[in-house]
């Protein structure tokens, strides 16, 4: 780990005496989410929940000591590939629990479907509130490794609390993820259900525009802690994007600015605060999604440029707070400069592992942004998007668009070869490892 840290303090450096700053652009508010279904089916529940209509789909350490022999080890050594299975620490509950694992169990690990996905499979005409027992015999056959709350999910304090306290209780071992998009502002699934009694906060741009990170700080502690106290352990937030593009239609205000040095201040700050109330963070949307005029809800994106201009730029929020963050989410835009190719970075060996993981040093998770958005789901089936995400170095599955099929689909490649038991086995342990970190394996 220090190793990784005097690597980053080297880069980080480095790109601050090679590059001038990317410069900052006033940028409109925007509102990201896509329109509203207009009809939604009752959920059957013990309180028979009426139904508000359908939101859409999306909107969007344990360091081990490093002795000085390893500190002068060669660069050969520190760039290895990620690909290799890590040792697990010995004497864990990560490792316990990963010998007792079955093969399933393990695929299980790589997935967050919607509640929703979870009864309802691909259909976004049903919204769950309480768990029933179908829901809990379909947690039987697909033993996920979390669930991802959307606003029509939400109906009181008390329904949400129940349905989080619930879902946990059905996991002896290792819990599962809980997560929501809480970002403030425009994105803030629960702040803005407008059933809890939560004061949102402005769009994170206007926080940044005030020059403090304190502010940012406390924003976010103050998130995490109504996360908390509703049941969640995760929060798909802070947005670390650089908002440069003044026709982003996707980020513009959702990211703390348009100077990468002041940005990665901000998202530091807010990882911070998310700590502080208890819950795990995620910073989004690597390698950066602020430069973009299409938005990957609904399509393909291209970002055009080389992986040294995203240094200077895009990529400064992510190294920033790369050592403190538990997640990193992936943003489905295409980097042709880099990878030579347009496929999406969450599908890209070459963004993922050879950049991320082996250039940056990145040990943590890495998880996908949804899996249903255009700009995979239009040109990859739910399975090959699975499949490809993993063999890149994805960890975490977020919400592909068919939950059963998709679960299946990675199983039978694992037992299969297409997907190796080393690149299985490295991201479920360090799922179990984060978990560990935060209480979540009982044993």
Not at 293 to 322: N, R
Request: proline share 5%; glycine share 8%.
């Amino acid at each position: 780990m220090k190793t990784k840290k005097l690597r980053l303090a080297l880069l980080s450096a480095l790109i601050a005496l090679t590059f001038p700053s990317c410069g900052g652009r006033a940028i409109p508010e925007t509102d990201i989410e896509p329109p509203a279904l207009t009809s939604a089916a009752e959920v059957t529940s013990p309180a028979e929940a009426e139904i508000s209509p359908a939101e859409t789909s999306e909107s969007k350490p344990e360091a081990e000591a490093v002795s000085a022999a390893e500190e002068s080890s060669s660069t050969a050594e520190e760039a290895a590939s990620s690909t290799a299975e890590p040792e697990p620490k010995t004497g864990s509950k990560a490792e316990a629990v990963f010998e007792k694992l079955s093969l399933r169990e393990k695929v299980g690990q790589l997935f967050i479907f919607r509640f929703d996905g979870m009864l309802y499979n691909d259909s976004f005409e049903h919204w769950v509130r309480y768990l029933d027992d179908d829901f809990r015999s379909r947690v039987e056959k697909y033993p996920i490794g979390g669930f991802l709350t959307m606003g029509a999910n939400i109906s009181s304090p008390e329904q949400l609390k129940e349905m989080n306290r619930a879902v946990t209780e059905m996991y002896p071992t290792v819990k599962p993820f809980i997560c929501t998009d809480e970002e403030g502002g425009d994105v803030a699934r629960l702040a803005n259900s407008g059933v809890l009694g939560i004061s949102s906060f402005p769009n994170m741009g206007y926080i940044g525009a005030g020059g403090d990170p304190e502010k940012a700080f406390e924003a976010y502690s103050t998130i995490g802690g109504y996360l908390k106290e509703y049941g969640f352990n995760l929060d798909l937030a802070p947005v670390a994007d650089v908002n440069t593009n003044p026709n982003n239609i996707v980020i513009g205000q959702r990211a703390f600015g348009s100077d990468p040095e002041t940005a990665s201040h901000f998202v530091s700050r807010a990882v911070d605060g998310l700590h502080e109330g208890g819950v795990m963070s995620c910073l989004k949307h690597f390698p950066g999604h602020g430069d973009t005029a299409a938005d990957s809800h609904y399509g393909a994106v291209t970002v055009d440029k080389t992986w040294e201009e995203m240094l200077q730029c895009e990529l400064i929020p992510f190294i920033g707070s790369m050592d403190k963050t538990d997640m990193i989410m992936t943003a489905h835009i295409a980097v042709p400069k880099v990878t030579g190719d347009d496929t999406p970075a969450s599908l890209s060996y070459t963004l993922l592992t050879e950049k991320l993981r082996n250039e940056l040093g990145y040990e943590g998770v890495i998880i996908t942004d949804s899996l249903g958005m255009g700009a995979v789901s239009k040109y990859y089936s739910s399975e090959e998007c699975c499949i490809a995400a993993i063999n890149a170095g994805v960890d975490l599955l977020l919400k592909p668009v068919h939950s059963y099929e998709s679960f299946e689909a990675v199983l039978k490649a694992a037992e299969e070869g297409e997907i190796s038991e080393e690149r299985i086995n490295e991201s479920v342990m360090r799922i179990l490892r984060l978990k560990e970190k935060y209480g979540m394996l009982n044993i």
